[in-house]
Structure formats: C-alpha cells, structure tokens
C-alpha cells in the first residue's frame, strides 16, 4: 500500500523526524513521483523557515563558515538545515568531503539536518530539484535552512536565489570575483563575507569590496561587509547578527513577500518548460526520422534553426 | 521587395561584405526571422573558418589579447572576426568601452570584422545567438572567428564551447578560477593564457595552473600554458601557435568532427526547447486563469510543481 506510506513519511516529516526527511529528499532527487507528491502535500506548511543561500569560490572556507553559523543558531535554539549543491565532478570529491567533515561535527545533534545533492544527474534541473529539498526541511520545521553552492558566476547566484537572503562568501585573493562584481557579470548579493579574515591582505579585500559596493545604484539596503575567521568561530556571531537584519529589514519593507512571490512565479515556468524540454528529448531519441534529421545538420545541407522548426513540427509542437 | 533584398544580402555576405555582415547579425540579434532565413541560406558555406572561445574573469586583458592576436593573424594574411559576449549590466559599461579601444586599433582594416552582442534580451538564447553570428562570420569567408566572454564559470566555458578551441585567459592573482579548476566546477579548457605575465607573480600562478592540471585524467592533448603580456604583444605569437596546434591536433585525432557534430546536435535541441519555453511564456503571460494559478502558488495553496503540471495541462502539453 504505497499511499499509507507516502501518507505516513508526510506525517513523520511534519513532525520533524530526520529520516523521513532525508528519505523525501532521495525521492526528489531521483525525480520519484512520490516526493513530488509529497512536496505537493506539505506545500501549505512551508513559508516559516528563514532561508539563506550562501554562495562563493571554491576553497573560502564556506563549510566551515556554515558550520559555525549553525553552531550559532544552535546556541539560540533555532533549528537548522543545511543542502549542500555538490557539483559531481571527479575532481572534486575529495576536496570537498574535506570541507564535510568539519560540518559533520553536528551530525549527531537532531536539531540539525546536513544533505549534499549532486548538481548533475537531477533530472529536472538542479535549480528545481533544490527549491523542492528546500521546501521539504522548512515543511519539516527547520529554523533556518542554508543553501550552499560553490561557483563564482550568475549561475551560482541564480540557484541561491531561492533564499531570502544571499551571502556571498569570499576570502583575501578572491580577485577574480571582485572583477565579476564589478563588472557586473554577478549580481550584488545582500550580504558579503570576507573569510579567512586573518590573512594580511584582509583590508586591501575590503577597501576593493567597498570600492565595488560604491559604484552600485543607491538602495535602501546597505550591503553590510562581515569579516570572519570561520574555523576559530570569529566574527560569526556578527554574520548571524547581519542576516538576521537583513531579514527584518526585508519584512519590514515587504520585499521578502515581493522576492518570494516573483521566486514562486519564476519556479512554475522553469519547472514546466524543464517538463516540456524532457518530453521533447525522450520523443526525439532513438527516432531514426530526427536522427537522418540532426545528420543533414552536421553534413551542413540543414541548419540549426530550421532543423529545431522540423523538430518541433514533427513534434507537433 | 523584401526577398530580394534578403537574396542580396545573402550574396554580399558571402562574398565578405562587412555591412552586409553587420546588418545580418543585427537582424540575428533582434531574432528578426529574415536573420534565421539568411542563416538558413548561407550554411552550407560555414565550417571552414577555424573557430577559437576566449573566457575568462573581467579585467585579466581579455580583449586587448583578442587584439593582439587579431594583429597576428593578419600579419599571416588571415581575415579576423571577434564576438564579444558582452554582459548588459549599467556598471560594466565603462570598463567594457575601455578594453574595446584596443581593438580599435583595428577598425579601418577591411580584413577585420569586430562586434558585440549584449548578454540579456536575445530572444532565442544568448548561447544560440552567438553560434548564429559565428556562423554568419564563417560564411563571410572569415578565417579566424573569436568569441569573447566575460566571466568565471561553467555558464561562460558552455558559450565559448561552440569553438573548436577553448583558451582560458587567466592573470596573476586569479585564485577563484584556479580553485574553480580544482574544484571541477569549471572544465578544463585546451589552452590556459597567463596574461599581464610580467607581474611578480606569474610563476606562482603558473605552477598553481600546474599543480591543478596534473590532478586532470591524462589525455592525449597536453594543456599548453602561455605567457603572454598582451599590451606589448609578448607571447602572443606563441598562443597563435598552440591555437594552430591544438587545431591540428583535433583534426588529426577526428574530434574536430566530432566536436561539431556534437555541438550543432546539443545547438539544435537548444533551439527547439527555447522556442518551446518562448511560446509557453507568451501563452501564458496576461492569462486571467494562469494569474489565479500563480497566485494559489504563492498563497502556499498549491505547490510549484502541481502548478506546472497544471499549467502544461491547460496549454494542450
């Protein structure tokens, strides 16, 4: 009886339990109809969770600064949550099962819900697959969740746009992330970080983050600049400090309504054209007729354009 | 006579008439349906030209390497077409006219074609539009084409992946890329420039650049790293010789072919779900009943997911 079962890791994940959690999250991520199903039932008891997105190059010490940050709420009481979005390169494993195992200083407390997801193999798109994951803790009664992506571009933002409040992590050195700010390749987060804040070039950091900060139009919010030392815990309680103002400051100028309608509407689309653009790929692979089609395009006798035309009338589309 | 003109225009291009040129990637631009026509008419003429992506992070010299290079090239007789994908953002403006003054210096020759297209508001996709001006560019008989782009992630490298040659143009002090590298979080491009290489720092950014392509799966194509000090034209005749060794390389192997086939596949497919996600956005857009839809959305009342299938439902998908 499948149905009593989804019912049941429903009730269970209400009322907070990690396992049922953990397991709504797997159903996600393999794209299940049941976790679907699931996100759709829960749906009404999200909304009450703080999110946070944190986002930044490889190696500023992100994990550890999320670590912290947890211990930090934890202190207060709060609840938390952390989804790591893993980029699933051969590479990278071991550097980041380094950064995991200082945030696994929490694994054994239950106030606490630590998952890495892969950010390919999702098969509706990984944007997608971590708003879902992120509606689940909140539905679960988590406090705080925070979303962590490692990348140093618009992409990288986009996925931590789910959150209320964006942090972008940096460390003395990270010019090339300056230089994207500033050129504005990358949008100005709400709040930035300067990590590893015992390094001698700390200020020179600063001074170049203010620099950028200056040129950017005038808002009502002023992006606060946190230095921390996150594996000593220094500066964290200031950080945890600054989000929390950034989230008053946003309900109290009702963007945080405003930012999590447009995020919603935003999600429908990208979820229904992911659908639409899945269809189409399973109806086009294996059909001789499309693959005679995508040949007269690389022998040069059909182009591109007009190929997609024939492909998407075929299609019926 | 609207047709006409199209055919003189198809014919002006081919025979390399840059105004004809000019014209036809502003129509492309404005996904005017005569650009795809005049696409669609002259690529049986493209494949010729050899095709190289510069990426990188803002401010490492990208453009005046671009210029340089194109020098190069036309001192060995070859006609030059640069692309530059450039990010429409109001701060990236100045900085952006700054680094085009260099190419300037190649205005007045006929041999040299240079243009930008801005990163928002092509309708099609900006990753689509730019295969649609490189392949403008090769049917107008160029030899070189360049594609520029600004920026420091996967989303850039997949812009500059419709070149047969990936060059990664770094510069001393550029750790974000370098741990972006490492981390797997950018793919490994086929030739790594050390720009603004007479800073004291370049050989520690060399051996960094080392260090991070010894950890790759080995490969028969061994990354070259060039030194180049851009702005008084040093080692910039040693990039144009890994460029031609790198394409003689591919040739060689067969993934030349390869390469294309499978990129024009990926392009095609592209196409066909952009223009599907186009023509779902404007169905959907001022419809009363999908308005009610988002709004049940974000009044927690129905999850994002359901709502999309819903949406689909309604559109007949």
Request: aromatic share 2%; proline share 4%.
């Amino acid at each position: 009886m499948p149905a009593k079962t989804d019912e049941s890791l429903a009730k269970r994940l209400l009322a907070g339990d990690k396992r049922a959690l953990a397991r709504a999250i797997t159903l996600i991520e393999n794209d299940d109809p049941a976790g679907w199903e699931l996100v759709r039932e829960v749906y009404p008891q999200t909304g009450r969770a703080r999110i946070v997105g944190l986002t930044g190059p490889p190696g500023v010490g992100k994990s550890t600064l999320i670590g912290a940050l947890t211990k930090e709420m934890r202190d207060a009481d709060r609840e938390v949550a952390v989804l790591s979005i893993d980029p699933s390169s051969p590479f990278t494993r071991g550097a980041l099962l380094g950064d995991r195992i200082r945030l696994s200083d929490h694994f054994l407390d239950s106030g606490v819900f630590i998952r890495s997801m892969a950010s390919r193999g999702a098969l509706g798109g990984l944007s997608e697959a971590t708003l879902q994951a992120a509606l689940l803790m909140d539905a679960s009664g988590k406090d705080d969740v925070f979303i962590e992506t490692v990348g140093v571009g618009q992409a990288e933002i986009d996925i931590v746009d789910h959150g209320d409040t964006v942090v972008l992590v940096l460390m003395p050195g990270s010019g090339d992330s300056i230089q994207a700010l500033k050129a504005g390749v990358m949008e100005i987060p709400d709040i930035i970080v300067v990590n590893k804040a015992e390094h001698p070039m700390t200020e020179t950091m600063v001074r170049e983050i203010r620099g950028v900060l200056s040129l950017g139009p005038a808002a009502s919010w002023r992006v606060p600049i946190v230095r921390t030392e996150a594996a000593h815990g220094d500066g964290v309680a200031e950080l945890a400090e600054r989000i929390g103002e950034h989230r008053a400051h946003i309900e109290a100028e009702g963007t945080l309504e405003e930012r999590r309608a447009r995020n919603l509407r935003n999600e429908v689309l990208e979820l229904a054209a992911a659908r639409m653009r899945r269809g189409l790929e399973a109806r086009v692979s294996d059909d001789p007729e499309i693959e005679a089609l995508l040949e007269r395009v690389v022998s040069r006798e059909l182009d591109p354009a007009s190929a997609a035309t024939e492909l998407l009338e075929r299609d019926g589309g």
